[in-house]
């Protein structure tokens, strides 16, 4: 099993940043993509970003290109979400997923982003 927990969370303005943070831990040696999706209360469940460990290879959803980088932490199976020129659009419960080889998807309990217009 996998425990994958994020911290990070909270309120900011409309036009600030945000830093979100994912760790993984447990049965990790399979671990090969690491990931954020969001979901807005009546939204269906949406995909952020996510990166592959082996090579830092990250892929990015369409509303946030070019405003949030995904990246890996400094300790081992951590990876880390920068959120900048937040939108109120961007409200959401962040989840953090760990994909290992198999493929298992596993989920955090998901932290809550709040932007105020």
């Known amino acids: 099993q996998v425990q994958v927990a994020e911290s990070g969370g909270g309120l900011v303005q409309a036009g600030g940043s945000l830093t979100l943070s994912c760790a993984a831990s447990?049965?990790?040696?399979?671990?090969?993509?690491m990931g954020w999706w969001r979901q807005a209360p009546g939204k269906e469940r949406e995909f952020v970003a996510d990166?592959?460990?082996?090579?830092?290879?990250?892929r990015y959803g369409d509303s946030v290109k070019g405003r949030f980088t995904i990246s890996r932490g400094n300790a081992r199976d951590t990876v880390v979400l920068q959120m900048n020129s937040l939108k109120p659009e961007d409200a959401a419960v962040y989840y953090c997923?760990?994909?290992?080889?198999?493929?298992?998807?596993?989920w955090g309990q998901g932290t809550q982003v709040t932007v105020s217009s």
């Open positions: 447990g049965r990790t040696f399979s671990t090969y993509v």
């Open positions: 990166i592959t460990l082996s090579n830092d290879s990250t």
């Open positions: 997923t760990v994909t290992t080889y198999g493929p298992h998807i596993y």
